[in-house]
């Protein structure tokens, strides 16, 4: 796809949908968002950029292969259910620490890995997808 | 071990293996005190307790003499069998295989759990077929092991449905429950039952029309066949109808079935044994007479039948453990087991004749041997069941034909002009002696001696485990009785047909030719299956992907189908006023209907992703912005994904036959037809509110969040969102995987 | 609006088994794809649909004055959604290895695993 208008946008729309997909994946807790549908947002963007560049330039502007991305994904995911353990609860319970207006907690990290790994698994897909075909 | 080539190097386990089986005995005799007394013997584990099943036994009065015999036989089969085949040079498997045999069929009359019993039962017909097997070397051995198999565990099988049903009927395993119970005999399912158990046991037993497998089971080297097809393996089989006599006997069905399988096969098989030529196949046939016998005096229900039985049984076992152990004497002595060919033998093997003619007295029915005062209780007891003259009249032919097959084994072998054998006939070495002269001795001392001797053991097995008042009393005279009379009657029948065989060959032989053989039938049975398998194989398994689908998408509409009218559903359609949810409805089925036959792959992803959209409103509609932003992504990647495969893949053609479309078109619109009506008749009954109701309780105050979708997904059912993950990413590194191999992959 | 939704429902199901019929590969993953869009609208159809009012809490946890959608299909749909998209993308990916191995994508000849007898 050789369209000049697409490649020199893609750059920008890339970028507008990560930072969107950031946005959708931090509010996700009390508006509509979250980890799912940030990832997905964000690995659409990614998908757009390797129709524009190819898929070799997106592996590059990514640095990381997806795969590992999901496997880090899946990672944090493990590490932020199994924290409640430390605090003697079930695993997978939300441990929390309130500042103020600020609330930060283990869920918050695990929708993290959510996001994580829905981007890593869905790119891993797609690029191999293109490079195949 | 097993297959090491120094013959006679596995001797030592023969031997062992006789020692241990001793051990047993006495073990067993031990508790001969107590169970005399009343007080059987009982221990237990737990097994399958969840379903009331354990590993319970039990011994009582008729265990006890099925214990005995099992284990004193089993002891010195063992040592006839080092004498016999210890040079063989898989001697140490064939121990293994017969000692296992042994403790399965000690744990078969010894179960006190229905189901415990079955396992054992099992387990007798699989060494069983690892016995008669072993000759595997020969076709005719295995075709013979799998038929005695294939037969057994037939039964088997019926036999599992059985006890199933009695414990359904009983409320329970524990045969001593079962038994002491009130009885099945008022049972709904006493029908069914009867029916299943009397399977296993004709099967296990050889009863007509089941018997065509024992004679052949004789493919076995003869240590097995003394073993198996006197005192035990074919004995389960009476062992359970015995067992069982308190619980299912007693009424029409029970005696009329038992009695008419009884009666047919003691005297078909009695006859046929006297046309056998091979010594061997005439004990079989004698066999299945005994087994014939036993059965049908199980029909009744009197004291006298049920003593006759139990008393018939130790005097078979007897005298057919020794008969067996000397036609392998005389085979292994001379080299042939024809009677033709067999004569004047009693100088060169004169303990091996005693042996035979001391068995063979019993076998007789002669005094003072225990044969006569079983044959005595038998008529005595067949006079007082059913149909007693028709039950007599078997009896008395029956035993009258023994008489002279008795005699031509006695006799012919042994006495007369010596005729020349393959070998110079020698005597068989001490082990193989010690058999049948311990059992042939053992028939006499014990009709000399039987009420001192087996009085106490038979009475505890009338009175304890065929709970009766008593039992009738062993006596060498009992007077001049009618049963006197018959044993009178028979010897001179007998004495006749000794003498006349020749002419009673004349006369039975075109008739035994002109009956079916079920041996044939048997093959052609098989024969017939394997021809259904392959054809089912055929039809069913068609290798068409569409056919399998087609028959799980048929099966899924009949089944909801079959459960939605079996609930007869409410339904109250109520048709929304919004324009625009029309619009949207008819939007996403116009996109269906665009994938649905179109030839291009650009209007179908086109058609797809109408669809996907259009479900994407209706889920904004229906308040779920989080699921409608999914779906339109998903929906978006799909779509690209889809658009960037079709470049590569061939266009679409509709390749079915119009009957094919008919029938694709109909399952899929009965299946489309149930769910519809499956979620109306779900949105007409109430909603449970409760789950949902604690998220929107709690969702804030316990985990902070005012999104309770996503409250849900990452708090509250973290644990399963994590499960999803792994999917979504091994599904997605399987698609790498998949895509990036190399090659081409089979074809 | 629960008897629309169930119509629809039915009809996506319907179609997505005639497609998964047909024998061709292509055909079958649109109706994968349409077999879970029917699937799904029957899940959130058997949660009621209550228009408008999204699962979401007022000010600290705030309840609003009307009924909210029910929450619990759309976290099971949520969830439903990206595991189809799974199911799909593997499928996906067999179906290109089939074309590059057999040539075609007719799945009744596609015989590795049960071949055709060569008797009769």
Same mark, same amino acid.
């Given at each position: 796809?050789?369209?000049?208008?697409?490649?020199?946008?893609? #750059?920008?729309?890339?970028?507008?949908?990560?930072?969107?997909?950031?946005?959708?994946?931090?509010?996700?807790?009390?508006?509509?968002?979250?980890?799912?549908?940030?990832?997905?947002?964000?690995?659409?963007?990614?998908?757009?950029?390797?129709?524009?560049?190819?898929?070799?330039?997106? #592996?590059?502007?990514? #640095?990381?292969?997806? #795969?590992?991305?999901?496997?880090?994904?899946?990672?944090?995911?493990?590490?932020?259910?199994?924290?409640?353990?430390?605090?003697?609860?079930?695993?997978?319970?939300?441990?929390?620490?309130?500042?103020?207006?600020?609330?930060?907690?283990?869920?918050?990290?695990?929708?993290?890995?959510?996001?994580?790994?829905?981007?890593?698994?869905?790119?891993?897909?797609?690029?191999?997808?293109?490079?195949?075909? | 071990?097993?297959?090491?080539?120094?013959?006679?190097?596995?001797?030592?386990?023969?031997?062992?293996?006789?020692?241990?089986?001793?051990?047993?005995?006495?073990?067993?005799?031990?508790?001969?005190?107590?169970?005399?007394?009343?007080?059987?013997?009982?221990?237990?584990?737990?097994?399958?307790?969840?379903?009331?099943?354990?590993?319970?036994?039990?011994?009582?009065?008729?265990?006890?003499?099925?214990?005995?015999?099992?284990?004193?036989?089993?002891?010195?089969?063992?040592?006839?069998?080092?004498? +016999?085949?210890?040079?063989?040079?898989?001697?140490?498997?064939?121990?293994?295989?017969?000692?296992?045999?042994?403790?399965?069929?000690?744990?078969?009359?010894?179960?006190?759990?229905?189901?415990?019993?079955?396992?054992?039962?099992?387990?007798?017909?699989?060494?069983? +077929?690892?016995?008669?097997?072993?000759?595997?070397?020969?076709?005719?051995?295995?075709?013979?092991?799998?038929?005695?198999?294939?037969?057994?565990?037939?039964?088997?099988?019926?036999?599992?449905?059985?006890?199933?049903?009695?414990?359904?009927?009983?409320?329970?395993?524990?045969?001593?429950?079962?038994?002491?119970?009130?009885?099945?005999?008022?049972?709904?399912?006493?029908?069914?039952?009867?029916?299943?158990?009397?399977?296993?046991?004709?099967?296990?037993?050889?009863?007509?029309?089941? %018997?065509?497998?024992?004679?052949?089971?004789?493919?076995?080297?003869?240590?097995?066949?003394?073993?198996?097809?006197?005192?035990?393996?074919?004995?389960?089989?009476?062992?359970?109808?015995?067992?069982?006599?308190?619980?299912?006997?007693?009424?029409?069905?029970?005696?009329?079935?038992?009695?008419?399988?009884?009666?047919? !096969?003691?005297?078909?098989?009695?006859?046929?044994?006297?046309?056998?030529?091979?010594?061997?196949?005439?004990?079989?046939?004698?066999?299945?007479?005994?087994?014939?016998?036993?059965?049908?005096?199980?029909?009744?229900?009197?004291?006298?039948?049920?003593?006759?039985?139990?008393?018939?049984?130790?005097? %078979?076992?007897?005298?057919?453990?020794?008969?067996?152990?000397?036609?392998?004497?005389?085979?292994?002595?001379?080299?042939?087991?024809?009677?033709?060919?067999?004569?004047?033998?009693?100088?060169?093997?004169?303990?091996?004749?005693?042996?035979?003619?001391?068995?063979?007295?019993?076998?007789?029915?002669?005094?003072?041997?225990?044969?006569?005062?079983?044959?005595?209780?038998?008529?005595?007891?067949?006079?007082?069941?059913?149909?007693?003259?028709?039950?007599?009249?078997?009896?008395?032919?029956?035993?009258?034909?023994?008489?002279?097959?008795?005699?031509?084994?006695?006799?012919?072998?042994?006495?007369?002009?010596?005729?020349?054998?393959? %070998?110079?006939? %020698?005597?068989?070495?001490?082990?193989?002696?010690?058999?049948? !002269?311990?059992?042939?001795?053992?028939?006499?001392?014990?009709?000399?001696?039987?009420?001192?001797?087996?009085?106490?053991?038979?009475?505890?097995?009338?009175?304890?485990?065929?709970?009766?008042?008593?039992?009738?009393?062993?006596?060498?005279?009992?007077?001049?009785?009618?049963?006197?009379?018959?044993?009178?009657?028979?010897?001179?029948?007998?004495?006749?047909?000794?003498?006349?065989?020749?002419?009673?060959?004349?006369?039975?032989?075109?008739?035994?030719?002109?009956?079916?053989?079920?041996?044939?039938?048997?093959?052609?049975?098989?024969?017939?299956?394997?021809?259904?398998?392959?054809?089912?194989?055929?039809?069913?398994?068609?290798?068409?992907?569409?056919?399998?689908?087609?028959?799980?998408?048929?099966?899924?509409?009949?089944?909801?189908?079959?459960?939605?009218?079996?609930?007869?559903?409410?339904?109250?359609?109520?048709?929304?006023?919004?324009?625009?949810?029309?619009?949207?409805?008819?939007?996403?089925?116009?996109?269906?209907?665009?994938?649905?036959?179109?030839?291009?792959?650009?209007?179908?992803?086109?058609?797809?992703?109408?669809?996907?959209?259009?479900?994407?409103?209706?889920?904004?509609?229906?308040?779920?912005?989080?699921?409608?932003?999914?779906?339109?992504?998903?929906?978006?990647?799909?779509?690209?994904?889809?658009?960037?495969?079709?470049?590569?893949?061939?266009?679409?053609?509709?390749?079915?036959?119009?009957?094919?479309?008919?029938?694709?078109?109909?399952?899929?619109?009965?299946?489309?037809?149930?769910?519809?009506?499956?979620?109306?008749?779900?949105?007409?009954?109430?909603?449970?509110?409760?789950? !949902?109701? +604690?998220?929107?309780?709690?969702? +804030?105050?316990?985990?902070?969040?005012?999104?309770?979708?996503?409250?849900?997904?990452?708090?509250?059912?973290?644990?399963?969102?994590?499960?999803?993950?792994?999917?979504?990413?091994?599904?997605?590194?399987?698609?790498?995987?998949?895509?990036?191999?190399?090659?081409?992959?089979?074809? | 609006?629960?008897?629309?939704?169930?119509?629809?429902?039915?009809?996506?199901?319907?179609?997505?088994?005639?497609?998964?019929?047909?024998?061709?590969?292509?055909?079958?993953?649109?109706?994968?794809?349409?077999?879970?869009?029917?699937?799904?609208?029957?899940?959130?159809?058997?949660?009621?649909?209550?228009?408008?009012?999204?699962?979401?809490?007022?000010?600290?946890?705030?309840?609003?004055?009307?009924?909210?959608?029910?929450?619990?299909?759309?976290?099971?749909?949520?969830?439903?959604?990206?595991?189809?998209?799974?199911?799909?993308?593997?499928?996906?990916?067999?179906?290109?290895?089939?074309?590059?191995?057999?040539?075609?994508?007719?799945?009744?000849?596609?015989?590795?695993?049960?071949?055709?007898?060569?008797?009769?």
């Amino acid at each position: 796809m050789n369209s000049l208008i697409l490649s020199v946008g893609a #750059r920008f729309l890339t970028a507008l949908f990560l930072l969107f997909s950031l946005f959708v994946l931090l509010r996700g807790h009390n508006s509509p968002g979250g980890g799912f549908i940030g990832g997905l947002i964000g690995a659409a963007g990614f998908v757009l950029y390797s129709f524009a560049a190819g898929v070799e330039a997106a #592996r590059q502007a990514l #640095r990381v292969d997806p #795969r590992a991305i999901g496997v880090w994904g899946m990672a944090i995911a493990v590490l932020s259910g199994l924290a409640s353990a430390l605090a003697s609860l079930d695993p997978f319970t939300g441990l929390w620490l309130i500042l103020a207006d600020l609330a930060l907690s283990t869920v918050l990290v695990f929708d993290i890995g959510v996001y994580l790994a829905v981007f890593g698994a869905i790119l891993t897909l797609v690029f191999a997808l293109e490079e195949t075909l | 071990m097993a297959d090491s080539t120094a013959p006679g190097i596995s001797r030592p386990f023969g031997y062992t293996a006789s020692i241990l089986a001793a051990l047993i005995l006495v073990g067993i005799a031990l508790t001969v005190p107590a169970v005399v007394d009343g007080r059987p013997v009982l221990f237990a584990l737990d097994w399958a307790p969840s379903l009331g099943i354990s590993l319970a036994f039990m011994v009582d009065g008729l265990s006890l003499i099925f214990g005995l015999l099992i284990s004193g036989i089993g002891s010195l089969i063992f040592l006839y069998a080092t004498g +016999y085949m210890g040079n063989h040079p898989q001697f140490g498997r064939f121990v293994l295989f017969l000692f296992a045999f042994m403790v399965s069929m000690l744990g078969l009359v010894l179960a006190r759990d229905l189901i415990t019993l079955f396992l054992f039962w099992e387990l007798t017909s699989i060494t069983s +077929y690892l016995l008669i097997g072993f000759d595997h070397d020969n076709p005719r051995a295995r075709r013979n092991a799998l038929q005695a198999m294939l037969v057994t565990a037939g039964g088997g099988l019926a036999l599992l449905a059985g006890f199933i049903l009695m414990g359904t009927a009983a409320g329970g395993y524990d045969l001593a429950e079962i038994l002491t119970g009130p009885g099945l005999q008022d049972s709904s399912l006493y029908g069914p039952i009867l029916v299943l158990v009397l399977l296993g046991a004709f099967t296990k037993s050889a009863q007509f029309p089941f %018997h065509f497998w024992l004679p052949n089971a004789m493919a076995a080297p003869t240590p097995v066949s003394a073993y198996l097809h006197s005192a035990t393996m074919v004995k389960a089989g009476v062992y359970l109808l015995a067992r069982l006599h308190p619980a299912l006997g007693g009424t029409m069905a029970w005696s009329v079935t038992l009695a008419t399988a009884g009666a047919v !096969t003691a005297v078909l098989s009695s006859v046929l044994a006297m046309r056998q030529s091979d010594l061997k196949q005439a004990l079989a046939y004698t066999t299945l007479m005994a087994l014939g016998t036993i059965t049908m005096l199980l029909a009744g229900a009197h004291s006298y039948a049920l003593t006759a039985a139990v008393t018939f049984l130790i005097v %078979h076992s007897l005298y057919k453990a020794s008969l067996f152990m000397v036609v392998g004497a005389v085979d292994h002595g001379t080299g042939t087991r024809e009677v033709e060919r067999l004569g004047g033998l009693g100088r060169a093997m004169p303990v091996t004749a005693a042996a035979a003619v001391l068995a063979c007295l019993s076998m007789a029915g002669l005094p003072p041997m225990i044969g006569w005062i079983g044959k005595e209780l038998i008529y005595a007891g067949a006079a007082t069941m059913t149909g007693a003259p028709l039950v007599i009249a078997a009896a008395v032919t029956a035993n009258a034909l023994m008489f002279a097959v008795a005699g031509i084994i006695a006799l012919r072998p042994f006495f007369g002009a010596p005729i020349a054998t393959p %070998h110079v006939p %020698h005597e068989a070495p001490w082990q193989m002696l010690a058999g049948p !002269t311990v059992l042939a001795l053992g028939g006499l001392v014990v009709g000399v001696l039987a009420q001192p001797l087996l009085g106490s053991v038979v009475g505890s097995a009338l009175t304890g485990s065929l709970l009766q008042d008593r039992a009738a009393g062993l006596h060498l005279w009992a007077g001049f009785n009618e049963a006197f009379v018959l044993s009178i009657l028979t010897f001179a029948i007998g004495a006749m047909l000794y003498t006349m065989r020749d002419r009673f060959a004349t006369l039975v032989d075109p008739v035994l030719r002109s009956m079916p053989s079920l041996d044939a039938g048997w093959d052609s049975f098989l024969d017939w299956f394997r021809d259904l398998a392959a054809w089912q194989t055929r039809v069913l398994q068609t290798g068409r992907l569409t056919g399998y689908m087609l028959a799980v998408f048929a099966v899924t509409a009949l089944a909801l189908g079959a459960t939605i009218l079996h609930g007869r559903p409410v339904i109250m359609p109520e048709l929304p006023r919004s324009a625009f949810l029309w619009l949207t409805v008819g939007f996403t089925a116009a996109g269906a209907v665009v994938a649905l036959n179109t030839h291009s792959r650009i209007a179908a992803i086109a058609g797809i992703g109408t669809v996907g959209i259009g479900v994407a409103v209706i889920f904004i509609f229906a308040g779920a912005p989080d699921v409608a932003t999914t779906q339109l992504m998903v929906e978006t990647l799909s779509a690209v994904m889809f658009a960037i495969a079709a470049l590569r893949l061939p266009g679409l053609v509709e390749r079915r036959s119009r009957q094919r479309q008919l029938a694709h078109g109909a399952v899929a619109l009965a299946v489309g037809l149930c769910v519809t009506v499956m979620v109306l008749s779900v949105t007409a009954s109430p909603l449970d509110r409760t789950i !949902t109701q +604690y998220f929107e309780e709690n969702s +804030y105050v316990l985990a902070h969040g005012l999104n309770i979708v996503n409250v849900v997904l990452v708090d509250f059912r973290a644990f399963d969102t994590f499960g999803e993950l792994i999917v979504v990413l091994l599904a997605s590194f399987g698609a790498y995987a998949v895509l990036k191999r190399k090659g081409r992959a089979g074809a | 609006m629960e008897t629309l939704v169930a119509c629809l429902s039915g009809f996506l199901v319907a179609t997505s088994i005639w497609l998964m019929l047909s024998g061709n590969l292509m055909r079958f993953l649109f109706g994968l794809l349409l077999l879970s869009n029917g699937v799904n609208l029957a899940i959130l159809a058997a949660g009621r649909l209550t228009p408008g009012a999204p699962p979401l809490l007022g000010a600290k946890g705030a309840l609003p004055p009307d009924t909210m959608a029910n929450a619990l299909p759309q976290a099971l749909l949520l969830t439903a959604i990206v595991i189809g998209f799974g199911l799909f993308a593997f499928a996906l990916a067999l179906t290109i290895r089939a074309y590059r191995t057999f040539g075609h994508l007719e799945v009744d000849r596609m015989r590795i695993a049960e071949p055709a007898e060569e008797r009769e």
